[in-house]
């Protein structure tokens, strides 16, 4: 009788745990350290902001106001503006803030997702239940606004998915209108060089030599033929705020032919992430790099392409600045073949080298709407480009780096996109016995897309913004 109880124990905790839900993911609890650097930012007892708010998360967190430092935004200079949230429940999971800035039309204008001593430390994945948080923001808006008003919308995001917003005012996609502030009129007699940021004249736009290819390529991700090494990189790629040093080390090298451009980054990373799947998932929220290409330089029909350390790729092409928003038109798909090879392996514990990424794009690609195909340009034509890359620390938060600083917490400002060059043929290079050998690093594994429409296919389903 015992031995049969037994048996009929094992069989029912057997069948319940089969109808246990799977775990959720939790991040890292912060360490003693953490937490000390943090103490300004975490509270224990409920502030008193000078603008309350009432904007409930799902039961989950709660936006309960803000103070600001000015009592209108005076576009070029910088303002502070911090917020104050309430965690009822834990996210965990990977869920993360967003903060978008629109204008008074409501076109959004900037993305402030990361800028913050919390979103960089303290992302909201790691909140626990019963803090307030207080979150600082310090923001510098464009000296070409042209609008009577900055809109705040605030919101959470994991993947392809969003907080609901389930009280307070939103927009209906679940970004909540957290606040209206006033834009300051320009002083009368005022010229536009009062407003211009500092930092500006000491970011001059880059400019690179795109070398002609002289023999084949393989896309394998090694940049390892001898027209790689002998193309000029880029400089390390730098802050995107201030053109300042910056981490993670990273650059990229152009290659040309009459059929395709050819892009390089090589990327020093000692932590690979990226979780995201399928064309079009919204890679910038971890680790990839991204190209911004504006052919002709009139700030108008660009193209934006990213590819992750798992060889997942995104690409979509705008009208103009951010138009359409919030992601422009991502059912455009270029013919994009791309290789990357990684020095570790992505989504583990273990520590990281870095990944190189090898990317090929026909002229053809750079099509859109009723405009013809795009052959090769002619050699010493210039074209305005940008290249980023974004990078998720371990433990939380995100950093990244670009080769020509925008110099505001936004990566679409064609007006900074550097400047490449389609170099005319160079001789021939040396045999390749001639050239010295590069010794690719144990582990260094190339994953391969090779992606676009075949003829016929439809193009891909425009996706809803994941931040």
């Not at 005012?169 to 300051?184: F, K, L, Q, T, W």
């Not at 084949?216 to 040093?245: H, K, Y």
């Not at 990281?352 to 053809?364: A, L, M, N, T």
Request: glycine share 8%.
């Amino acid at each position: 009788m015992k031995r049969a109880l037994k048996v009929l124990l094992v069989l029912a905790l057997g069948s319940s745990s089969a109808m246990l839900p799977a775990c959720v993911e939790e991040s890292p609890e912060l360490t003693a350290t953490e937490r000390e650097s943090l103490r300004e930012y975490i509270l224990t007892e409920a502030p008193h902001p000078q603008h309350e708010l009432d904007i409930q998360f799902e039961n989950k967190v709660r936006l309960i106001g803000y103070d600001i430092d000015v009592e209108s935004i005076t576009p070029g200079q910088p303002f502070t503006i911090t917020w104050y949230w309430h965690v009822e429940r834990r996210l965990g999971g990977g869920w993360a803030q967003f903060t978008h800035l629109a204008d008074a039309s409501g076109a959004d204008r900037l993305n402030q997702d990361n800028n913050g001593v919390v979103r960089e430390r303290y992302q909201a994945a790691r909140w626990h239940a019963n803090e307030y948080i207080r979150d600082p923001q310090t923001i510098t808006i464009a000296p070409d606004w042209g609008s009577d008003r900055v809109i705040f919308y605030h919101g959470f995001w994991h993947e392809a998915h969003r907080l609901q917003v389930s009280s307070g005012p939103s927009d209906g996609d679940n970004r909540a209108r957290a606040a209206s502030i006033p834009v300051a009129a320009a002083a009368p007699g005022a010229t536009p060089t009062t407003i211009v940021a500092p930092e500006r004249p000491q970011a001059a736009i880059p400019s690179l030599d795109a070398r002609r290819v002289s023999a084949a390529i393989t896309v394998d991700g090694r940049l390892d033929e001898a027209d790689w090494r002998q193309a000029a990189p880029t400089n390390a790629l730098v802050n995107t705020m201030n053109g300042s040093a910056a981490e993670p080390s990273a650059s990229a090298r152009v290659l040309w032919n009459d059929d395709a451009i050819y892009i390089g980054f090589d990327v020093n990373d000692d932590f690979l992430q990226n979780t995201l799947t399928g064309r079009d998932a919204h890679l910038w929220g971890q680790d990839c790099v991204e190209v911004m290409v504006d052919p002709d330089g009139d700030a108008a029909n660009y193209f934006e392409l990213q590819v992750s350390p798992t060889g997942e790729v995104f690409d979509t092409f705008y009208d103009t600045r951010r138009v359409p928003a919030p992601i422009g038109h991502a059912d455009w798909n270029a013919q994009i073949e791309t290789r990357v090879a990684t020095r570790g392996t992505p989504n583990d514990d273990a520590d990281d080298q870095g990944y190189s990424v090898e990317i090929r794009i026909p002229w053809s690609s750079f099509q859109y709407g009723s405009s013809p195909a795009m052959g090769a340009p002619p050699a010493d034509a210039t074209w305005r480009v940008n290249f980023y890359v974004m990078d998720t620390r371990r433990g939380g938060g995100q950093r990244a780096v670009g080769w020509s600083p925008p110099l505001e917490g936004d990566f679409h400002v064609p007006a900074r996109f550097g400047r490449v060059r389609m170099a005319a043929p160079t001789a021939p290079i040396a045999a390749a016995a001639q050239v010295p050998q590069i010794v690719i690093p144990e582990g260094m594994r190339p994953l391969v897309r090779h992606l676009g429409p075949a003829a016929g296919q439809a193009p891909a389903a425009q996706h809803p913004p994941a931040q």
